[in-house]
């Protein structure tokens, strides 16, 4: 992979939200530094009990995870894992080159089984796998679930509650467009200015007019604001994970 493919890849991953799973604090630290190369949001966890309930309470495009682990191994925490998602991208890091663990893994339907030490190549090409699993299962559910019932067909660039279309302006559109780009995408105000009004004007005051517009209409804040960063849709929560890249 050359640079810009790595660039692009980078770019396609960093706004992915992974769990990562390891009960070596030491291993933990390190790979969790290599992980970063890609995602921007790591979540940590010390065990399989540990992760099952992070999993549980928060929204993962992909899991991480070591098999050897106290209260609850990683083999058990997948299972349970994959009830509650099918789809979920699994990778396993593990020290131990056993075919019973190997077996277990792929019965489980996992993604990558990587021997520690590994190299950084090994985790780009995991990456890689993961990013084109997730494009995949886009073109499958097309639909980011909002609050309130709503959801945003990327396909059709149609907004929906429960089985009605809204109907949307053209600078509403673009925004929903922008902002469901990625998945977890953070757009800055500026962002939205050159995207939705495409013109060098600069004035915050028609973005906040835009989202109060758009507030009225449908009820609900659909767009969320992240403090000093900018706005992100707002997903809807305990709800099978849409997937984006």
Known sequence: MDTKELEL????????NVLYVEDNDEVRFQTSKMLS?????????????????????????????????????????????????SQIPIVIFSAYDNTEYFLQTIECGIDGYILKPFRFEE???????????????????????LVDDFYWNKIEKCLYQKDKEISLTKKETILFELLSSSKNKVATSQEIEIEVFDDNYSDNKRVRSLLSRLRCKVGCDLMQSIYSQGYKLNLAKNVKKSRMV
Do not use: H, W
Not at 54 to 74: L, P
């Open 9 to 16: 890849l980078i770019s396609t991953c960093k706004d992915l």
């Open 37 to 85: 190369v890609y995602f921007n949001c790591i979540t940590q966890a010390i065990n399989g009990k540990d992760g099952l309930e992070k999993f549980k309470s928060n929204k993962f495009d992909a899991v991480f995870t070591d098999i050897n682990m106290s209260v609850m191994d990683g083999i058990s925490m997948i299972k349970k894992i994959k009830k509650l998602d």
């Open 123 to 145: 985790i780009q090409k995991i990456v890689e796998k993961i990013a084109l699993k997730l494009r995949d299962l886009e073109k499958l559910n097309p639909k980011i679930e």
